[in-house]
Every structure is written in C-alpha cells, then in structure tokens.
C-alpha cells in the first residue's frame, strides 16, 4: 500500500510539475473560448467501486475547480456539455439524481457570483424544474462581468442547426418574406444568428475527457475551426496540470481556417 510519505512526495512533485508547465504557458496564446465534453463520470464511479450517482456528483464538483483554472488564465466563454438529448432517453433511476445534480450544480454556479450563466439547448425536453433553475440561473447572473458559462443540458448539435434553422423561417414569416426572399436569406449568416450562441465567440479550444475522440454532436456548427484535445483522463479524475497541457498544447498549434 501506498504511505502518507509517498503520497506527500507525489503531491509535490505533482504540484512542481503544475507550476512549471503554468510557467511556460504564453497567456496570450490562451483560447478564448474552450468547450469541454464532460465524460467518463460512470467509468470512473465502476472503476473506483463507487456508484453512477456518485461518479456524476465527483464530476459536478469538477466544474468549480474547472473554472477557477480558466479565471486564472484568461478564458473568457466556457461551454460544458454536461446533458445530451440522448441523455434524456435513460432509464428514470439514473435520469432523475442526475438532472437533480445539474439542477445543484447550476444554483451553486450562479450563487458563486463570479460567473455568468447561460443555458445552451432545447429548453422544452427538460422537466418544468430543471427549466426553472436554468432561466433563473440566467436572470441571477445576467449582470456579472465574469466568465460566461455555457451550460449545454439537453443540447445535441444537430437539434440546435434544426432549431436555428426553424427559428430562421419563423421569423422571416413573421416579417411577412416571401419564399423566394427566405431562400435570399438561408446562408451561414443568418444561420449563425439564430444558434444557442449567437453573439458569442465560437470555441477556439475543445476538450474532451475519458479517451474517446470524437465529438458526439458537440458544437457541430461552431466547432468548425476549433482545435480538439482529447485526454485520456476521466472527467473526475481532471487535474489542473492536464487542463494546462491543453492549453500548452493548443499554444503550440498553428491554426489554420481551412484545409
């Protein structure tokens, strides 16, 4: 077994380590805006002989030390997907503690007072409660000058292009445009506009935890011209010097907005 020496000499080295790799960081080389795919809650919980429930909890308290390292080093917009809309479709014993979680998580976010809150999704799949804490998280929190936390539940990609694009339609019916003039009008623009995001930069950085590399429809329209880093860390296990090697690995990447 491991000894409380051992375990303190660990840390240290650990947290020397965290320091040089801070070091050497080039702030003004740091993304603007990082996206990040909270995943691996449920494997970390079997792996540690701990519960679903508790894995998801491990990872909602993730989230604050997340943000205190992004304050630290400039972020200024951060996306957390933390409920897909293929997340809705689990069995009521896993869903319900788990939008329980998200609904904590997003009070304790905006009684923090240092972020500010908005909810990226379709509202209308969520339960009346969860919507509740949302809009009220946005309506704390619509003054602070801090971080703006994107708070991606019930969000998938392809529904929220589905919902721009419907939006679009929606209002240019209400403008009274023809056919011919809503064609005119159904361009990358426009589309842009009407996303859960419209008037915010589009994430420069994306992470993903747990080793999977891929997207799963996260940010399908705005991740575009992003850089991906994909840590084969679980969620809950997130360390601060992992989170610091993302952003030195996305410092040293030479981003190119084509081919």
Known sequence: MEGLEDVKLRDLVYRLYARRVE?????????????????????????????????HQAGADKIQELLGWCAETDV?????????????????????????????????LAADGRWRVHHVGTMDLLPARTQ???????????????????????????????????SLVLEAAENGNSFEELAEIVDVEHISKHLYTRGQPDPDLVIRTSGEQRLSGFMLWQ???????????????FRK???LRALRDYAARHRRYGF
């Not at 309506?139 to 589905?162: C, F, K, P």
């Open 23 to 55: 070091g050497r960081l080039d702030h003004t080389q740091v993304p603007k805006h990082i996206g990040v795919i909270l995943d691996g809650n449920r494997r970390w919980a079997r792996a540690d002989g701990r519960t679903t429930e508790q894995g």
């Open 132 to 166: 509740s804490v949302l809009k009220e998280a946005e309506q704390d929190t619509i003054g602070i000058g801090g971080i703006l936390v994107n708070v991606a539940v019930g969000y998938g990609g392809r529904q929220e292009i589905a919902d721009a694009v419907r």
């Open 223 to 237: 991740s575009a011209h992003s850089e991906y880093y994909f840590c084969e860390v679980f969620w809950p296990a």
């Open 241 to 243: 010097v992992d989170f």
């Open 76 to 108: 200024e917009v951060v996306t957390l997907w933390m409920l897909s809309t293929d997340n809705l479709d689990r069995p009521a014993e896993e869903l319900n503690p788990l939008l329980g979680i998200i609904e904590n998580t997003v009070r304790g």
